[in-house]
Structure formats: C-alpha cells, structure tokens
C-alpha cells in the first residue's frame, strides 16, 4: 500500500502550523514598521551614533497603524 502525500505534508507541518508561522512573520514585519516610523522621526546624527542609514529605513518603510 502506497501512502498518499498531501501538500500540507510536503511542506513541512499541519495547516495551523503554518499559519502561525506566517502571523508571527506578518506582526515581525509590523513592528519592524512601526519601529522604523520612530527611528525616522529621529535626527541624523542621532541615527547615525547608533548605527542606522535614513535611506535604508526609507526603503524599508513605515507604518502608522494602531495595531
């Protein structure tokens, strides 16, 4: 008898697992968001002596959300 291998399984883990894996991805990128939009409301000196690029924070945007 041959098993049946289904996409869940091919990819590694259940459903709910990987759905949570993707919310935890999505809140990562949210805050890494929301820090940004503060860390650009900083001078450039300031951002400077603690090692950040204004452009690359531009680049990797911001958010004003409430969540």
């Not at 935890?24 to 001078?43: K, M, P, T």
Request: hydrophobic share 35%.
């Amino acid at each position: 008898m041959t098993m049946k291998t289904t996409t869940s399984t091919r990819a590694g883990g259940s459903f709910m697992r990987r759905a949570f894996d993707r919310m935890i991805e999505a809140r990562s990128i949210q805050a890494r968001r929301y820090v940004n939009g503060y860390l650009l409301s900083l001078d450039d000196a300031t951002l400077a002596s603690h090692g950040y690029d204004r452009a690359q924070l531009e680049r990797e945007g911001t958010s004003t959300s409430a969540f």
